[in-house]
């Protein structure tokens, strides 16, 4: 005999209870059968996050001497909506090894037909150099995403923007541009973006027909290794912020560049009085010179070499190369995303041995309490043993 | 291929918990886990300087170390009590009544009772009635729950005891408020709808509005918060996640993150392992599902696998409720803008029923809207100088998925935006120290947990469905349930039924 009679028989005696029963007998009449629900969630959160984009290059065409827009169209004709200013996640295949690199969105999002990257020539740049040399329209590109925090959130930040980019660093912004001004946001944007020269601006056509068009756009290229008329030369310092910013303090102001432009820009932020909460930073990939970081073990160069272990794999490693790198090239596959120490998707235990942790590595406290890490931000500097 | 004593599939609580007592008594158990972190809903996320707690509110049953309740023994026992800064709070919560009205509730029974007698001195007879009932029907489980125990033959004594002398006649005050919704006995025992906001505060844990929130589940939270103190967390609720995960490895199982469950293996009508995202097979004798049910046997089975009265079992339980969040770190401290309790629920009406209506749409303009500010709780929980305040609502899922994707983040922002305004006419200049700010929607509950509908409570937890009722019938042999889903949600509960469950597998292994 199970416990159901008696207590069925306990509730039909209590204040309510053969209503109740009475009330459960119907529900069992009229529910929803849970066979139903087969494959719904699933289905309704790949419209915003599905677990891999599968694209096709459907075209590319060279922004600068040194950067490509590259446009991606979906296998499957879909492609989800994203906040313009976010990335997506390329994975790529190079010489047996499998990575990544994220790269911000240049599109509108206020279209979803295609998405657009750029793509430029970093030195030494291991995806973006085999990128641009071997991608070619009708290739195809496994990606996920669109992620991201760098964006234009209406609920705190200000209708007045002060984009600030550097370089590469302009896509966000592109894209946050045309989305802004393509639907015609009550919004004031004003662009400092800085250069080397006029023909390393990306998208600077583009950019300056904008501000011909739109009254609530103001674009300033201010160019660093070149003096040129009607154009601006120097850096993004306080004073040029300032003299293009009527109202200092009444804006939200967004970086994305190298990492000395945004050292330098941060200062220049300081000195005239920003509070932290106006100002928006994106993660501009990982230095390639960690060694030169403050808190960098002494003399250390980065050329050291390590054993990492895990399960029953040593893998060799680089003390200037990020775990996730060292990883990477040994063929393990490992869940990543962002590769700047915010997602944390590629977090890994560190059971034993002693990392650098980077700049930007937003982690958990449970994290530091119980030695995990997050291997796109973290360096060996002796033997490790991390464990999934 | 790999064999398990047991394998749990999901590292929410109940996963986890089940998991860890299992290990703990040496039963090889293998939890898999599709994130890449342990927790489910127990978990937290950063954003510039700050970490967000995704859940956990006040974890109940801790209690002091000398006098451990529940919660705090099942740490004991897990190993962990000592590896986690556990935090007290001395106030249940705050009610902010329309007008500006604010009643904080301590957790202390006389000292609660004597605040609410003075602040609404016209019932205090009826207050003082009112606690006296709410501790009489907790003694009346606890009595209840120990006979059963001490008499396990079936026909047990009590039962015959029940048969012979009639239910009502041995608990007068089970019989009486068992079954009944919040709304009902709070009529019952208050004219004033203030007072009564003042005492219904747990629907919103529960996601039920007054009016269908088993009065019961109140009774339970008040008394057990009160008498065990809520509790907080250094670090929030993934410390407690993360410490369970390292306990079930410490003890020679298996926890693999980043590894999906495919489906469940059937032979013979019976569950007999898993298949994982890579196509690997694991076989247990015991599969525990930490996954919802619904999900469970409408994704990791076929249909023909599932039993008839299976399906026709889960018609009587819907899916529940989700939210909207707003995490908001501040960069200031919260009385600056004069939030003084840690956790708050504030009314623009008197009318929480009517208000609760608005769940089922995507604007926020009159639902009840509960507040926590984690720094009053633990100052370190943000830089000195900063605070953490998550404030949302309780919503369905269903008019977010009708959303076009072209119409969601406006939709969201918008939603957000009303919050942040209604909460600026109490807490004014809140804004404007905004400096972090991440929205979570029912469709962000729905990708992080799996659930359906983005449900953060399980099933709905009305009369009908929870309390005797919970969905906690077996009907594939080889698979059971642990998790809100099954059973009373929250962490405390969660914890504790995941240990039953483990605990009955024990048994059955001997």
Redesign the interface.
Known sequence: ?SGKP??D???S?????PE?LK??EM???????????????QK??A???PSILHLTVSEIEPVSPIASRIRLVSDNGYL??F?AGQYINVFCEIGGVRTSRPYSLSSSAKQ?AYYEITVAAVENGFVSGHLLQHLKPGDHLEANGPAG?FRY????HSKKSVFLGGGSGITPFVSMIRTALESGEDRDITLLYGSRTEELAMYHRELSAFAERHPNFHYTLVLSDEEKEGMEHGFIDAERIRAHVPDILDCTYYMCGPAVMMEFCRKALEELQI???SIRREVFGTRRDIWNEPGWPEGMTGDEMFQIKVGDQNIEAKSGESVLTALERSGLRV?VCCRSG?C????VQLVSGKVFTAQGA??????E??G?IHSCKAYPVSDLELR? | MANYDVIVIGAGNGGLSSAATLAVNHKKTAVFEKH??PGGCGT????GRF?FEVALHQLNGMNTKDNPGPTRQLFRKWGIEE?IEWIPIETLYKINLPGGRGVALPADKKKACHLLCREFPEEAESIRRYFHIVWKFNEEIADFLAKSAASPA??SEL?KF??KT???KIYKV???????STQ?VLDEFFKSRELQLCLSAYWCFMGMPPERFPFSILARCMYLYTVDKPYYV???S??M???LM?TIRRHGSDVF??CGVKRILMKNGRAVGVEDENGKHYYAHKIISNVS???T???LLK?EE?PDAC????????TGISALT?FIGL?CPPEEIGFTDSFNLIYDSLDANKDFKNAYFTDTKTDPIVATCYTIDDPCVSPPGTSIITAGTLKYGGAW?KLS??E??RTK?AA??EI?SRLETRFPGL?G???E???ATP?TH??YL???GGAIYGYEQD???SV??FPQDEFIPGLTFSGGWVNTCGFGPNYAYGDKIAQSILKEGR
């Open positions: 005999m008696i207590k028989m306990i509730i005696t209590m204040q309510n209870g109740t009330e459960l529900a069992k009449k009229t529910g929803k059968d849970i066979s139903l629900e087969r494959g719904e969630v309704k959160v419209q915003y996050h989800p909506p906040e979803r925090v959130q209406p609920v705190f509070p932290g909460r869940n915010e944390s998707l590629c977090r937003l982690l958990r406290h449970a994290d309490l119980f995990y999934f | 890449n972190i937290s996320f950063r954003r970490e590896a079936d026909p039962k029940i048969t009639g239910f009502p089970l019989a009486k408020y068992g079954v009944r009902d250094r670090g929030g993934q410390v996640s993360q410490a390292d993150l980043n049910p619904t999900i046997y409408a994704g249909d599932v399906r026709q079992y889960f018609k009587s339980y819907t707003c960069d998925e994707p072209e969601y983040h922002y957000a935006d942040v804004r120290h905004i400096e700010m991440e929205v469709l729905m990708r799996g659930h359906p009369l009908k469905s005797f009722f």
